[in-house]
């Protein structure tokens, strides 16, 4: 008999692993700091890539998934049913839960949830939000929680609010645009670094961060510091032996998303 999509016989790993594969580049980067934000390992399938032969292919190598977050604009665009993917992936890897988003959509009718739940799915999500709403990403890393059997955060919009605010009103405000800027080409520069003998790999130097920062936004150094201080609160960066705070000095820190 087939087991429904939270049936109690497919138990998730301690360290569960999330398959992400989003249509839009923004969608993903937001996804992948929200995900490593929750401490979440996760590999990256490329939107534009075969969905199906990139699980098949980490079958193969046994590292299978215990969710798989999928833009249903991926699935479309090789002209497959959103729905008759929830099913392939039952009967190709069993145990792998499925959460579809939809990228296209700022919000999702309950009717078509309760659909997408019906037809094999633990959920379907709007687009994450672009700045700094976090009650929206909360409500998403939550049904990510849920799908995998952990503690949904207990955290009230106004706590939210008050998160947010951590990072103010300036130029700085929308988290998600500015790392993705950062992050991007013309961005500070992200590579491989030695120190005494050692490389470090993936990369940045917090005093460029800084000063792209300054240049970028109109910020004063101590609004750039403060501002990747926050990042590393966050967990969204850290310093690569975790030895120090974020400061405007020629440390190495890299992006959580970006360890392997």
């Known amino acids: 008999m087939n087991s429904t999509p939270d049936s109690p016989d497919k138990p998730v790993a301690a360290n569960p692993l999330i398959v992400l594969a989003q249509a839009d580049a923004e969608?993903?980067?937001?996804?992948?700091?929200?995900?490593?934000?929750a401490r979440l390992e996760t590999r990256v399938v490329p939107g534009d890539s075969d969905v199906k032969i990139n699980l098949r292919i980490m079958a193969a190598e046994s590292a299978i998934p215990d969710l798989v977050l999928v833009d249903t604009a991926c699935l479309l665009l090789r002209n497959v049913d959103p729905?008759?993917?929830?099913?392939?992936?039952?009967?190709w890897l069993p145990g792998a839960r499925l959460i579809l988003t939809n990228s296209a959509a700022s919000r999702i009718t309950e009717p078509a949830r309760?659909?997408?739940?019906?037809?094999?799915?633990?959920?379907?999500?709007?687009?994450?939000?672009r700045g700094t709403q976090l009650p929206q990403f909360l409500a998403a890393l939550?049904?990510?929680?849920?799908?995998?059997?952990?503690?949904?955060?207990?955290?009230?919009?106004?706590?939210?609010e008050s998160e947010v605010s951590q990072f103010g009103n300036g130029p700085?405000?929308?988290?998600?645009?500015?790392?993705?800027?950062?992050?991007?080409?013309?961005?500070?520069?992200?590579?491989?670094?030695?120190?005494?003998?050692?490389?470090?790999?993936?990369?940045?130097?917090?005093?460029e961060a800084v000063d792209w920062l300054c240049r970028s936004y109109n910020v004063s150094p101590q609004e750039a510091v403060k501002f990747g201080s926050d990042l590393v609160t966050r967990r969204v960066i850290h310093h690569v032996v975790d030895g120090h705070d974020f400061k405007n000095e020629h440390l190495f820190y890299r992006f959580i998303i970006d360890e392997k």
């Open 27 to 37: 969608q993903t980067e937001l996804w992948r700091a929200a995900l490593a934000a």
């Open 83 to 91: 729905y008759g993917f929830a099913s392939w992936l039952t009967r």
């Open 114 to 129: 309760a659909q997408a739940i019906r037809r094999g799915a633990m959920d379907l999500l709007a687009e994450l939000p």
């Open 142 to 160: 939550n049904a990510v929680k849920t799908a995998l059997r952990q503690q949904p955060n207990a955290v009230s919009e106004a706590d939210a």
């Open 172 to 207: 700085l405000s929308d988290v998600a645009s500015v790392l993705i800027a950062l992050r991007s080409p013309g961005g500070v520069a992200i590579q491989d670094r030695s120190y005494r003998l050692k490389t470090y790999p993936r990369c940045f130097i917090g005093a």
